[in-house]
């Protein structure tokens, strides 16, 4: 069972729209948890970071964990062309900093 | 702001030669990383970098690989006898501490090819 796991789309949405996007785990000990967006052949740039269970909002991003269920999500809200990447989710809490990272979803919102 | 700066940009090599791919963390960082992303594929952890010491390493990570932090800004990675499946993006990332801060921060890549 791969340790985080992530729907690689494709997801094609209208400008606008409220993008919803997931990832699961299986490692109970993952504490922490990150979005990063990443453009093509660009390095991954971070969005959110969560800390154990809740909710954390900045501008159009809302992070969501909830570690009984073992689920994380990403709400982009009045979703906008330049949203279009691939949005990673990564999990970490196990040793020094080691992140493991979903396969990624790919994004394309259009006008 | 301050960001995580990577060179060179692309980087070719040859089957068997040694490449060394240079990285300047965020200067407050104390923690270091190397990750790689083969092309359509997930990124994957390799290094992770503290005082001087690797912390934890990946099984990726195995004898032909080594890290280094030379001076007081530079964090490098060496790849001693590249092999055509070593191709693949490889990112430095950075974080302040390793047990709180956790938000790493990623340079920009080193796109690495082996022919």
């Known amino acids: 069972q791969k340790e985080v796991e992530q729907d690689p789309g494709p997801l094609s949405v209208p400008e606008g729209a409220i993008v919803s996007l997931n990832c699961t785990y299986s490692?109970?000990?993952?504490?922490?948890f990150m979005w990063y967006r990443q453009y093509s052949r660009k390095g991954p740039e971070l969005l959110m970071y969560?800390?154990?269970?809740g909710n954390k909002e900045d501008g159009r991003f809302t992070a969501q964990v909830d570690k009984s269920s073992k689920y994380i999500s990403l709400f982009i809200r009045d979703s906008q062309p330049s949203d279009s990447a691939t949005y990673l989710c990564?999990?970490?809490?196990?040793?020094?900093?080691?992140?493991?990272f979903g396969q990624g979803t790919i994004l394309t919102v259009h006008p | 702001e301050p960001e995580v700066t990577q060179t060179p940009s692309h980087q070719v090599t040859q089957m068997g030669q040694e490449v060394i791919l240079r990285c300047v963390p965020i200067?407050?960082?104390?923690?270091f990383y190397w990750y790689r992303q083969i092309l359509g594929q997930k990124v994957e952890f390799l290094v992770s970098?503290?005082?001087?010491?690797?912390?934890?390493k990946s099984e990726i990570f195995d004898d032909q690989f080594s890290v280094e932090r030379p001076d007081g800004s530079n964090f490098t990675l060496k790849i001693r006898s590249t092999k055509l499946e070593d191709s693949a993006m490889y990112f430095c990332?950075?974080?302040?501490?390793?047990?709180?801060?956790?938000?790493?921060?990623f340079g920009p890549g080193t796109r690495l090819t082996v022919t």
């Open positions: 990332a950075s974080s302040i501490t390793g047990t709180g801060g956790y938000e790493q921060y």
């Open positions: 490692n109970s000990a993952f504490q922490y």
């Open positions: 969560t800390y154990s269970s």
């Open positions: 990564g999990a970490g809490g196990t040793s020094y900093g080691k992140l493991t």
């Open positions: 200067s407050n960082h104390l923690y």
């Open positions: 970098f503290y005082n001087n010491e690797i912390s934890e």
